[in-house]
């Protein structure tokens, strides 16, 4: 069962045992990625569905905006604002894939950029995203890849 699937069971079960705040935030996730469905329809009609990759996109998407917004709630001395994104984040990162430790991280960076013989920010960091491939952070990868860049005994 891929993500779009596990989230409209999901749904189905948060309608029953009536939980308003998870069905708000299922519903906003399913309509996100139909969204997404019909921006990528309006490039090509035969597109029903997105891939397994793509949904994890959307929901990456999604994940990122409510860390923006806990941040900012935190900022703006409005907890009890941040403590409900707090548990919207948590509930996304359910259906993400898990994420990679920093070690892992920088392995898979320093291989990158030692196998490929990469030395410039742009072309690495595109080479690392494709290998982690929402298992990892942009903010992240960008911090450690300009540490490995600048300091190539870094890791």
Do not use: C, H, W
Not at 14 to 33: D, F, H, Q, T
Not at 70 to 90: P, S, T
Not at 123 to 133: D, E, L, Y
């Amino acid at each position: 069962m891929n993500a779009y699937e596990t989230i409209q069971a999901e749904l189905k079960t948060a309608l029953k045992e009536s939980k308003p705040e998870k069905v708000m935030l299922l519903r906003g996730l399913v309509s996100a990625i139909k969204n997404e469905i019909i921006a990528k329809r309006a490039k090509d009609p035969q597109i029903t569905e997105l891939t397994e990759e793509e949904q994890i996109q959307v929901l990456s998407k999604e994940a990122k905006k409510r860390k923006e917004a806990v941040q900012a709630y935190n900022d703006g001395g409005r907890a009890d604002l941040a403590e409900k994104e707090q548990r919207e984040l948590d509930t996304i990162a359910q259906y993400l894939p898990a994420q990679m430790s920093e070690d892992d991280l920088k392995a898979v960076i320093k291989s990158v950029v030692e196998s490929d013989g990469l030395t410039e920010f742009g072309p690495a960091m595109q080479a690392v995203m494709a290998k982690v491939k929402g298992q990892a952070d942009g903010k992240q990868v960008s911090q450690f890849l300009k540490q490995k860049l600048e300091n190539s005994d870094a890791f």
